[in-house]
């Protein structure tokens, strides 16, 4: 059974819109930091955007401005909204949550996104 189940990838054009999603299919005491990783074929895997337990916020460079974290703690979901879309956006997107009591990082299936016209 996976750990974090996400959802929402898919095809969009160039400067459309994707909202993943990324929800906790085990059991999990508390979770610290939230966040997507994302890797294209032949790159290096890079922290797309992340969110504390206390709301703080962190981007990469080229996704400002575009890209929007959010979680609910309650339920340890999160959310990343992702607007004015590139193809170089493209990627497979891994969400991953970190539990609070024993430092272990779980991590969702990956789900494709594909900025292509």
């Known amino acids: 059974q996976v750990q974090l189940v996400e959802s929402g990838g898919g095809l969009v054009q160039p400067g459309g819109s994707l909202g993943l999603s990324c929800a906790v299919s085990v059991r999990i005491f508390s979770i610290n930091g939230m966040g997507w990783f994302r890797q294209a074929p032949g790159k290096e895997r890079e922290l797309v955007a992340a969110i504390s337990s206390g709301g703080w916020r962190n981007y990469e460079d080229s996704v400002k401005g575009r890209f929007t974290i959010s979680r609910d703690n309650a339920k340890n979901t999160g959310s990343l909204q992702m607007n004015s879309l590139k193809p170089e956006d493209t990627a497979v997107y891994y969400c991953?949550?970190?539990?609070?009591?024993?430092?272990?990082?779980?991590w969702g299936q990956g789900t494709q996104v594909t900025v292509s016209s």
């Open positions: 991953y949550a970190d539990e609070g009591a024993t430092a272990r990082r779980y």
